[in-house]
Every structure is written in C-alpha cells, then in structure tokens.
C-alpha cells in the first residue's frame, strides 16, 4: 500500500510522526526510529524557561571576573547553539524530515529561536504554543489572538513550514484553525499534553500525575479530529494523544487526521512499536482495499453522521438506559 503522506510541503513515507519527547533528543536514537520505520521525527522541546532558569541560577558570579549579562548571554546562546548541533546531527544521519519545536514564553524569543533553527537544517518548526490561563480578568478570545499573532511573528522570519502545536482548552479550536490555515500554518497538532497533576493525600501535597498515556486520551483526539476535519478537509491535521496501538492510528486517520505524533507507546514498548504500528495500518488498508492515504482519511469524520450526531454529544442518557437494561 502507499502510505506516502504529504503536507505543508513535506513528504512523509508514512504518516507516523515520533513526536516532541526526551526519546528525540539525540541524533542516534532518531536514527534507530527511522530504522524502525518513522515518518517524521519531532526533536524534543527546547524550552526557554528551562534556558532561563539554568541562567538564572548562575546569577551569583562566582569567579567575580565577568559581569551577569555576559554569563547569561554566554548560557543562553550555549543551549541554543547545543540545539542546533542536535539539528545538524540528526539531519546528518537520518533522511525524514526533522522538525524542530520550540516553547518560549517571552514574544521576542519564538522568532530568534526559530530563524536560528531554521539556519540549522530543520525542514519545519513545530511551536509548542500550549498555555493556561486562569486569571479572573481573561478577556475572551485573547489567547486564541496571541496564537495568530505569534504565527505570524515566526512566519515573517522563517520560510519552512510551521505546524502549530494546540492544547485542548479551548471552548471551539475549529474557528481558531480555521485562522491559522488562513495565516499560512502548515498543519496544527490536536492536542498537546499537559503534565498530568494529581494529589498526595496523605503528605498534603501536589505532585505530577502519570506523565504517560494510556489510550483514555484518545477519544477527545478523535472527537476534534473528526469535526475539525469536516469543517476545514484541507488543513492537515496532526493528532496527538492516546494513540498507542495500531487500531487508535487507523482510527485518527479515519477520523481526519493526516498523520499521528505518537509519543508513550515509545517509551512503553521501544521503537520496535513504530514498525508494528506502521504493518497494522498497513494490514488495515489491505483489509479494507484502501491503496492510499486519501482513500482512508476522513472516512469517519463529521461529515459523515449515517450514526447520529455522536461527535457532538454530550450526555449519557442512551448508556444510562441501555446499562439499566442490562441490569434488570
Ligand atoms: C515524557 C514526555 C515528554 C514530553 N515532552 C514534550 C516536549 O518536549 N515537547 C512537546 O511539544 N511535547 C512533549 N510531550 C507531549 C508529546 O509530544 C505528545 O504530544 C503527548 O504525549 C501525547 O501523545 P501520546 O499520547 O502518544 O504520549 C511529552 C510527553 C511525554 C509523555
């Protein structure tokens, strides 16, 4: 089958992507995941805040010979440039496209980081734009502004393609990809994760939660994915989360989806579960004589309600009475 996979320009030989993870943060592991069959690779975030933070703990000028500007400076343009190497070193030895992402949280920085990623061989730039806001004065619409805004900031510096990277609070994403497709975005993730929080009840205490997925993420992926998809067909949709077999990838692509960024099922189970998951899409167009992508994407999203309006509903009622029934 040909499971070739194209948008924004890039050309996949399939549509699985090894998304943004502590897995992609060195050249010879992404090898290893394009020996095992990967689409695409996402390297791992550089944060900036995480840039911040290392500079800020240098603030006490041991040496007392260099002033703190230099030093931060010093720092700041080390981990930046050790990204770039990351850049270079992958795309030395891999041949998918390598698509670098990044997070910043200060406007200025998403164009530096990205213009210098860009130098270094990235074939797109994924922007890990994911925020929460909970302040009491948030005026509505704002921060689906602030995504416009910075798209257009990266893409006035950057020719490659830009894949906006979407977290799943917002009340209605289709209007806010609508903007981006119209603002030039090469594709939008649907979704990005946040770090999971739970509590310690005993210690009284807040701590991170299961960092990894288990496959119950998956359904509000192939809900958006799928009413997304019949409102905007031609926008390249990348779904994230909970995809962690085989059946959950040909899912996402019926739903929509024009490829998968999968990132826990590496960690679970090694790379060799991208050669899996790739022969079970395979298998499944075989099946279902789907010779390729197009045949198969979007077989199941909203446009086609031939089982009611499903995506779209919210309560329980019809399992509330079947479980009734099945218990009298
Ligand atoms: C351990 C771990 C590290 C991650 N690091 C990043 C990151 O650096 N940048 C990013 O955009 N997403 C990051 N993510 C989110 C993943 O790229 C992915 O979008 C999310 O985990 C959903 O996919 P999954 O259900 O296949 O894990 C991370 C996820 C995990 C579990």
């Given amino acids: 089958m040909n499971l070739t996979t194209s948008f924004g320009g890039l050309t996949l030989r399939n549509p699985f992507i090894v998304s943004s993870c502590s897995l992609t943060a060195h050249p010879e592991k992404n090898l290893e995941m394009e020996k095992a069959g990967a689409g695409a690779i996402v390297l791992k975030s550089i944060f900036e805040e995480e840039i911040m933070a290392q500079v800020g703990n240098m603030d006490h000028d041991p040496l007392g010979i260099s002033g703190y500007d230099y030093v931060s400076f010093y720092q700041k343009q080390h981990c930046l440039d050790e990204y770039c190497r990351l850049i270079r070193d992958t795309k030395k030895v891999c041949s998918i496209p390598i698509i670098a992402s990044v997070n910043c949280f200060t406007g200025t920085?998403?164009?530096?980081?990205?213009?210098?990623?860009?130098?270094?061989?990235?074939?797109?730039?994924?922007?890990?734009?994911?925020?929460?806001?909970?302040?009491?004065d948030y005026d509505y619409g704002t921060l689906e502004?602030?995504?416009?805004?910075?798209?257009?900031?990266?893409?006035a510096v950057v020719t490659i393609p830009i894949i906006m990277k979407l977290g799943h609070s917002f009340t209605n994403v289709v209007p806010l990809v609508s903007?981006?497709?119209?603002?030039?975005a090469?594709?939008?993730?649907?979704?990005?994760?946040?770090?999971?929080?739970?509590?310690?009840?005993?210690?009284?205490?807040?701590?991170?939660?299961?960092?990894?997925?288990?496959?119950?993420?998956?359904?509000?992926?192939?809900?958006?994915?799928?009413?997304?998809?019949?409102?905007?067909?031609?926008?390249?949709?990348?779904?994230?989360?909970?995809?962690?077999?085989?059946?959950?990838?040909?899912?996402?692509?019926?739903?929509?989806?024009?490829?998968?960024?999968?990132?826990?099922?590496?960690?679970?189970?090694?790379?060799?579960?991208?050669?899996?998951?790739?022969?079970?899409l395979n298998d499944w167009m075989v099946r279902h004589h789907c010779e390729n992508m197009e045949q198969m994407r979007g077989r199941l999203?909203?446009?086609?309600?031939?089982?009611?309006?499903?995506?779209?509903?919210?309560?329980?009622?019809?399992?509330?009475?079947?479980?009734k029934n099945e218990l009298n």
């Fill in 301 to 323: 999203n909203a446009a086609h309600r031939q089982d009611g309006d499903r995506f779209e509903r919210i309560q329980f009622f019809s399992n509330i009475s079947q479980a």
């Fill in 145 to 155: 502004q602030q995504h416009v805004e910075l798209l257009r900031a990266v893409k």
């Fill in 186 to 280: 090469a594709a939008v993730v649907l979704f990005n994760k946040m770090c999971p929080l739970d509590f310690d009840i005993e210690k009284l205490s807040v701590r991170s939660g299961e960092a990894l997925s288990n496959g119950s993420e998956l359904s509000e992926v192939l809900r958006w994915t799928a009413l997304t998809s019949a409102k905007l067909p031609a926008m390249p949709l990348l779904a994230s989360g909970g995809v962690v077999d085989g059946n959950a990838f040909v899912k996402v692509l019926l739903a929509g989806a024009t490829a998968a960024e999968v990132c826990s099922v590496l960690y679970k189970k090694g790379v060799s579960a991208i050669t899996d998951m790739v022969a079970e």
């Fill in 179 to 184: 903007r981006l497709r119209s603002e030039g």
């Fill in 109 to 136: 920085e998403w164009t530096v980081y990205a213009k210098m990623f860009q130098e270094a061989g990235a074939d797109a730039i994924e922007l890990n734009v994911m925020r929460i806001v909970s302040d009491y």
